[in-house]
């Protein structure tokens, strides 16, 4: 009982605390109980150990705050690549029905740790991406080397009159070598480009008369000649069906027709071989 009451009397001893400015001020004294410089110290201890506890929490909110915007950019990343790759998977399945898509989830390796590898996920769509750009490339190249290779006759309607290889010359009867296919049809009738191209000739050529040079790239030119009237430039883009001239008898020839060569690298080449189902022959017509 004795040591409560001296503990009472120890925390309500009145305690002196003192304030001295560093002026010519007098100084201040206070006369406080122990129990209240005590549990001021008590106070300031727990606020001082609450702003630290405060200031540790805000830094690790910070910390994590960055992860999370790092995955959300990674994660946005991710689908803006996954949206691009089933964009081109569509093309690419409409082009050839192979699922691109497919071959790279079954390449993925989530043993290791249990979770999808992203930069695995991406090195894959990445690669994905570079193949169907090349297939893409490649299309557009074939599509480009269709539309320069020759297809078809020059005119809508007409026959082979005379065909590719050595001959008699229809006036001189000397054995010549005839570097197309002379294409009979009636004066007037329009000519067409066989295949999209550049003109590069159009203009009076001695025997060939009248004469229209396409060249088409990838090493093919078609020449289109005995015109009655030329309707294209020098420069000028024409696409395959374009009409360019029309049919006539300018030059050495013996009656109104196309003589029309295929040329590839340089070389003239049979036309029949790219006149197709449009080929028809003067034996044809006669049979």
């Known amino acids: 009982m004795s040591r409560l009451r001296r503990f009472i009397r120890f925390i309500f001893t009145p305690l002196t605390v003192m304030i001295i400015p560093h002026s010519t001020k007098r100084p201040v004294s206070l006369r406080l109980p122990s129990i209240a410089v005590i549990l001021t110290i008590l106070l300031w201890t727990g606020f001082t150990v609450y702003i630290a506890s405060v200031g540790i929490t805000t830094k690790e909110y910070y910390a994590l705050k960055k992860r999370?915007?790092?995955?959300?950019?990674?994660?946005?990343?991710?689908?803006?690549?996954?949206?691009?790759?089933?964009?081109?998977?569509?093309?690419?399945?409409?082009?050839?029905?192979?699922?691109?898509?497919?071959?790279?989830?079954?390449?993925?390796?989530?043993?290791?740790?249990?979770?999808?590898?992203?930069?695995?996920?991406?090195?894959?769509?990445?690669?994905?991406?570079?193949?169907?750009?090349?297939?893409?490339?490649?299309?557009?190249?074939?599509?480009?080397?269709?539309?320069?290779?020759?297809?078809?006759?020059?005119?809508?309607?007409?026959?082979?009159?005379?065909?590719?290889?050595?001959?008699?010359?229809?006036?001189?009867?000397?054995?010549?070598?005839?570097?197309?296919?002379?294409?009979?049809?009636?004066?007037?009738?329009?000519?067409?480009?066989?295949?999209?191209?550049?003109v590069s000739f159009a203009g009076w050529s001695g025997g060939s008369g009248r004469l229209v040079v396409i060249e088409h790239g990838f090493g093919y030119r078609t020449c289109y000649a005995h015109n009655k009237k030329i309707v294209v430039k020098v420069g000028q883009i024409v696409k395959r069906g374009d009409i360019i001239a029309y049919v006539g008898s300018?030059?050495?020839?013996?009656?109104?027709?196309?003589?029309?060569?295929?040329?590839?690298?340089?070389?003239?080449?049979n036309p029949k071989s790219y006149i197709g189902r449009n080929y028809v022959g003067e034996e044809d017509r006669q049979g």
Do not use: C
């Open 250 to 269: 300018t030059g050495n020839t013996t009656g109104p027709h196309v003589h029309y060569e295929v040329w590839i690298d340089g070389k003239p080449v």
């Open 68 to 198: 999370l915007d790092f995955y959300r950019d990674e994660f946005m990343d991710i689908t803006a690549t996954v949206k691009s790759l089933k964009q081109a998977d569509a093309e690419f399945k409409r082009l050839f029905s192979l699922n691109t898509k497919e071959e790279i989830f079954e390449t993925l390796d989530t043993s290791d740790t249990g979770s999808i590898d992203v930069d695995l996920i991406k090195k894959q769509i990445e690669k994905s991406m570079n193949r169907i750009g090349e297939i893409r490339d490649y299309i557009r190249k074939q599509r480009d080397i269709y539309f320069a290779t020759p297809m078809g006759l020059p005119v809508d309607a007409g026959y082979i009159s005379s065909g590719f290889g050595w001959r008699k010359h229809p006036k001189t009867g000397r054995k010549v070598f005839h570097s197309g296919v002379d294409v009979a049809a009636w004066p007037g009738t329009p000519v067409r480009a066989t295949a999209d191209g550049i």
